[in-house]
């Protein structure tokens, strides 16, 4: 690593803390829309390290990866939610299994457990990469602990978007890692098709036919 | 030698107490007498406080078990302890001079006072296991019966019950515990228990057993629940002693076991200690800021401030064990600041409370209001206390949080990961704890002094004899002094910890008089001395600039209330609605508080009712869950009241041959 | 010598360029509301206005109604003292830290709280409570970033934590990034500002400070009003001293280094008002019980501000 300096290092930790707190930002909105422009300037963020990593690592398809966040993540995806949530007349704000408080304290405990969980296995490792893998898991778990703790379907796909966010953040930052641009495309593809899903049910959930009545119990959203 | 002749003049007060019958001045003189020898102990602290460590006075009295005389031995530590609890007894004997006309009962509590002023004090001599025992006892029998002495009120009673049982459950814990610590030879004296080694599970049990035996006395949460229902059943100069002092008497418990006695805690218990600190600060505090009664409130806040000093304890330990034995001087001369601190502005905000009931014979906050203005002089104390205990500079309460704080931000150097990620966890709670004593005392204080009277009563509060208001005063003083000179009680508690963590430590060593520069000059330090001069001059600068450029006239108006002229005095904000934020934010999940609002129909005059119910869950989960197992158990076991003879000696066989199973097995090994 | 010098210039300097900053906050305002706003000096007319009435107070207050101004006063002003401004070389430096500083301001805020509640009328408790509710989540969030803020730097003390790192003792780190941000959300709680408390309102329902301070009138209100302005620029002078330094004379400096001190700190403050009165306009305020997630987020930043240093230090 001797050929990425101090300060490369410091810039790339920086916009994975950035990462980190947009994923915090998302359990503190009450809004819909709030949730989804934060989620934008998360993606935005994943993008800006992603193009970093690629200009310091000289690594021109990391560049793939970062146009992909950026122009998927950061504009189509809000966007198309946007529309969805606008079109389908979905309640605009976010309903939480368990208050906002303590969706926050938890995700702090979870940061501790990232930090606890990678530091003995990287042990021998400088000091830098550990960082950017606690960032990473971090950003993990609170998509995770997002997608658990709010009911309405949008804003679980945005948990598990985030998720995914925080894997892309992993796989750049770590030097050397193969199939990272075909690792974002496919989750890309995952992330359409879920959404298209929704979209998918919805139109049926409206329209009431009578073949997805015992698909209704299952859903995530409860209107 | 006068330490003892004014312990056993405290024998004699009690016996001159019993007989005291119904003639006020003779209980006038039992306090009075109480006051002087509180005074001779105080003394008799104060000289062997700064003695060369292990030079201090020793005396053997051939009383107590036939085979063991009685040990006495007043050392560093138990000076110090010696000087806490006397400054507490002097203030509160002093009060008591006034205030036992005030008493519902005197007759049934001026024999006890003195019984209990010797229990404590003994127990800070006591250099053997069983003279402590005893003299543990003693206190806690002496209180009970004072908190029993109100036994009309069916409140107290079953509060004083409670207090029993759980004084019962602290001393079999202590018992047990010094059992150990013995081993199987029985030396119960105190040198010999130093002498003697342990191995890894009595060591456990050593420093569990302890921490339950003194932590219930000292009302460690989940063990706090007697706590603030017995405190204030008592009259309030005995509940400034229970809070303010005896819980002091506990921590010198605990303190003699884990640094002394046994002297080589593992690290993981400090951070039990801390974890339990810091949720004892936390919910101490919470439960202070949802009560209306006066003295409920202070001793609910002296179960936050026992967490906050078992907070500086826990982190000693750490780093004892760790081997960083200037930082582990260091918190315990937070831990031990904080006690002195504690004991001074407890008793003082509970004798103020005193006062209050006997002014007004209210101790609901929502009855009072206004006092500053009809009770000038304990309205100043109190305020002086209420700055003093939310932690304010220049006042004492927060040179000791402040000497809290700088260890803990050392604890991150500790080597293990458990206190890494711990330390900054208790420090947020700390600092919580911290801050929502301030909002507690803002409450407590301006809905007690301020505003306008909301009750007859406090409209016509009267004011106080003079022995009350001294008392009092001289507490608020001793307040400000170990605020603005911090020093004084740095350097003198330095002596102490030298024999418990090993280093002689002076917290000003690096700057010099009158600097706090805890670890070095450049680590960060505190001067309350330099502090106090700049503000002040400050203040003055300020006063003078303004009545210098401007006028210095002032009109007496009635309140402008943004042009609400409506003179009602309930429309007040009351102690339940200045909680209200709090109890939201803090409350709503810690609690269950769920807040009902009832309004009557249109066009019914009735009023729109608020309810606000609150559940204990530590109270509902814990303390009646194990009495309805034992409920259980009882009526199973009632059962074998009824047997026949034949199984009656079936399970004595049975018993038998299973004792001899034990010892043949033993044996084989 | 020097360092007494310092440390007078700096007792006088906050005071006479707190008003300047919340003018100049209030023309920034007013000019992005499409206004064209009063001149960045009213607050020292306003002052001046404010000494010559007499005071009005309650028949109801006690002597706290009276003494709680100039007590306010007081403790913020010295707690400004020890914040460097344009030097690190004062005298006082060393007579209070950070956990001082939080307490000091938790003195004026004590008796503030009190005054408020002295009167009694509802709207002193309802501000007296509010804000407390509101202190017991910002102290804790500032301890927690002064606890990251000594990890970082080994010191709490704000004089050598300017120091530390314009020696060049710290880079970029995730901690301080953090600490940052929980110290902005702390700083605009303190200071009653925008999406917190508004400033401006003395609409019932969504005051706390001004709630408080109601009844005041003359030079008690004078004095209550700068209290509130000489933090505004405690708090810039601490966020800009710690985080952006550069400029700050060192023991030792000459007069050139003292003038170019003095320089960057207004250019700094100047910066700060600017935005601070940019963030204001386009930002709406906050429910009351919104507070007590944004603190608490402030908490918690604070809090992942230490845990994080493990992560970034080789320990």
Not at chain 1, 58 to 77: D, E, G, N, Q, R
Request: hydrophobic content about 55%; charged content about 10%; glycine content about 8%.
């Amino acid at each position: 690593m001797a050929d990425i300096s101090q300060f490369s290092y410091e810039v790339a930790h920086l916009i994975g803390a950035t990462v980190l707190m947009a994923g915090f930002q998302l359990l503190y909105q009450r809004r819909l829309f709030a949730v989804l422009n934060t989620f934008a300037f998360q993606a935005l963020a994943l993008a800006a390290a992603a193009a970093w990593q690629a200009h310091v690592q000289h690594a021109p398809h990391l560049y793939i990866t970062a146009a992909i966040a950026l122009v998927f993540k950061a504009m189509i995806v809000p966007f198309a939610l946007h529309w969805l949530v606008e079109k389908l007349g979905i309640h605009r704000s976010v309903e939480t299994a368990m208050s906002i408080g303590w969706t926050m304290t938890s995700g702090v405990a979870l940061v501790a457990l990232s930090i606890l969980l990678v530091l003995p296995v990287t042990a021998n490792a400088a000091a830098l990469t550990r960082e950017s893998l606690a960032l990473a898991m971090s950003v993990i778990l609170l998509g995770l602990l997002m997608m658990i703790t709010r009911h309405n379907a949008v804003t679980q796909v945005v948990g598990f978007m985030a998720l995914e966010n925080g894997l892309i953040l992993a796989a750049v930052s770590a030097k050397g890692m193969p199939l990272v641009v075909e690792i974002s495309i496919a989750f890309s593809v995952l992330v359409a098709m879920t959404l298209f899903g929704i979209f998918f049910f919805r139109i049926r959930e409206r329209f009431e036919t009578l073949d997805l009545n015992d698909l209704e119990t299952y859903r995530g959203d409860r209107q | 030698m006068l330490i003892a002749s004014a312990l056993s003049a405290l024998l004699a007060l009690a016996v001159f107490g019993v007989l005291a019958g119904g003639e006020m001045w003779r209980h006038r003189v039992v306090y009075l007498g109480c006051a002087i020898a509180s005074l001779v102990l105080l003394a008799g602290g104060l000289k062997h406080l700064g003695q060369t460590p292990g030079t201090g006075p020793a005396i053997v009295l051939p009383i107590g078990l036939p085979w063991m005389a009685a040990h006495f031995r007043l050392d560093n530590l138990s000076a110090l302890f010696m000087v806490i609890v006397n400054l507490g007894t002097t203030a509160a004997s002093v009060f008591g001079i006034g205030y036992c006309d005030h008493v519902p009962e005197p007759r049934r509590v001026t024999p006890f006072f003195p019984l209990f002023l010797f229990g404590m004090n003994a127990v800070l001599i006591s250099d053997d296991a069983f003279m402590f025992l005893v003299s543990w006892e003693f206190m806690s029998l002496a209180s009970w019966l004072l908190v029993l002495s109100d036994h009309r009120n069916e409140e107290s009673r079953s509060a004083a019950f409670v207090y029993l049982m759980m004084a019962t459950f602290g001393t079999f814990c202590l018992l047990t515990c010094f059992g150990l610590m013995a081993g199987a030879e029985g030396g119960y004296s105190f040198p010999a228990m130093r002498l003697h080694g342990m191995d890894g599970l009595t060591s456990f049990l050593v420093v569990l057993l302890a921490l339950l035996g003194a932590g219930s006395k000292a009302g460690l949460v989940p063990l706090h629940a007697w706590l603030p229902l017995a405190h204030p059943a008592a009259p309030s100069h005995v509940s400034a002693l229970m809070s303010g002092v005896m819980t002091k008497v506990a921590l010198y418990g605990l303190i003699r076991i884990l640094f002394d006695l046994h002297g080589h805690v593992a690290w993981g218990w400090g951070a039990v200690l801390m974890g339990i600190g810091g949720v004892t600060a936390v919910l101490g505090v919470l439960y202070a800021i949802l009560q209306d009664d006066l003295k409920k409130l202070l001793a609910y806040s002296t179960v936050e401030n026992i967490g906050v000093v078992v907070i500086g304890l826990g982190l000693a330990i750490a780093f004892k064990d760790s081997g960083e034995k200037a930082l582990a001087a260091l918190a315990l001369v937070a831990g031990l600041y904080h006690i002195i601190n504690h004991s001074i502005f407890k008793t003082l905000l509970f004798l103020s409370a005193g006062a209050v009931i006997t002014a007004t014979g209210e101790r609901s906050l929502n009855k009072l209001g206004g006092l500053l203005n009809r009770m000038p002089w304990t309205g100043a104390a109190t305020l002086v206390g209420a700055l003093a205990i939310s932690a304010l500079p220049p006042l004492n309460g927060f040179v000791s949080e402040w000497l809290i704080f700088q260890s803990l931000f050392k604890g991150p150097s500790l080597p293990h990961w458990a206190m890494k990620f711990g330390v900054p966890v208790v420090g947020a709670m700390l600092a919580l704890a911290a801050a929502l004593a301030a909002s507690c005392f803002v409450r407590a204080y301006g809905i007690a002094f301020l505003g306008r009277p909301r009750s007859q009563a406090a409209a016509e509060a009267h004011t106080l004899p003079f022995s009350m208001r001294w008392s009092m005063a001289v507490l608020a003083a001793l307040c400000i002094i170990l605020g603005a000179v911090p020093v004084t009680v740095t350097d003198a508690v330095s002596h102490v910890v030298q024999p418990l963590t090993g280093v002689s430590f002076a917290v000003s060593a690096d700057l010099g008089w009158p600097w706090l520069s805890p670890v070095s000059s450049t680590r960060g330090s505190y001067s309350g001395t330099v502090l106090v001069m700049t503000g002040l001059s400050l203040f003055v600068i300020c006063i003078v600039l303004v009545h210098g450029f401007g006028t210095t006239r002032v009109r007496r108006a009635d309140a402008w209330d943004c042009g609400h002229r409506e003179n009602i005095v309930n429309a007040q904000y009351s102690g339940e609605s200045f909680a209200q934020p709090l109890r939201r934010v803090f409350c709503s999940s810690l609690f269950g508080v769920k807040e009902t609002v009832t309004m009557p129909d249109p066009g019914d005059m009735a009023p729109a009712k608020l309810e606000v119910r609150v559940i204990d869950r530590i109270w509902v989960f814990l303390y009646l869950g194990i009495g309805r197992v034992v409920g259980f158990v009882a009526d199973r076991v009632n059962r074998m009241q009824f047997l026949t003879v034949r199984r009656y000696l079936l399970m004595m066989f049975a018993t038998l041959v299973f004792m001899l199973l034990v010892v043949a097995v033993r044996q084989q090994k | 010598m020097t360092a007494i010098l310092g440390q007078i210039a700096q007792i006088f300097l906050v005071v006479a360029l707190a008003p300047l900053i919340t003018g100049w906050v209030r023309l920034v305002k007013s000019r992005l509301n499409g206004r064209i706003g009063a001149s960045p000096f009213q607050p020292y007319r306003d002052f001046y206005r404010l000494l010559q009435k007499e005071a009005v107070v309650a028949h109801s207050a006690s002597w706290v109604f009276r003494a709680a101004p100039y007590v306010t006063f007081a403790a913020v002003w010295l707690a400004a003292c020890i914040i460097p401004t344009f030097t690190t070389n004062m005298v006082l430096a060393p007579a209070a830290d950070l956990i001082a500083l939080v307490a000091l301001l938790g003195v004026a805020r004590f008796w503030t709280a009190l005054a408020g509640m002295d009167v009694g009328t509802s709207f002193g408790g309802l501000g007296a409570s509010r804000e407390m509710m509101i202190a017991s989540l910002a102290e804790p969030a500032m301890l927690m970033v002064s606890f990251s803020l000594s990890l970082i730097t080994g010191t709490t003390s704000p004089a050598q934590i300017i120091a530390f790192v314009l020696g060049g003792g710290v880079g970029i780190e995730v901690s301080l990034g953090l600490a940052l941000a929980a110290l902005i959300m702390v700083a605009i709680a303190e200071n009653g500002r925008i999406p917190i408390d508004n400033p401006a309102t003395h609409l019932e329902l969504t005051m706390v400070h001004e709630a408080m301070v109601l009844e005041y009138s003359g030079r008690h209100l004078a004095l209550m009003e700068g209290a509130g302005m000489v933090r505004l620029t405690l708090f810039m002078a601490l966020i800009s001293g710690i985080f952006a330094p550069w400029g700050m004379a060192q023991p030792g400096a000459g007069a050139l280094g003292v003038a170019l001190g003095l320089g960057a700190f207004l250019a700094k403050c100047f910066i700060l008002a600017t935005a601070l009165g940019f963030f204001e306009t386009v930002i709406a305020k906050m429910r009351v019980f919104r507070y007590a997630d944004f603190l608490g987020g402030a908490l918690l930043l604070g809090l992942l501000a230490t845990i994080f240093i493990y992560v970034s230090e080789a320990v």
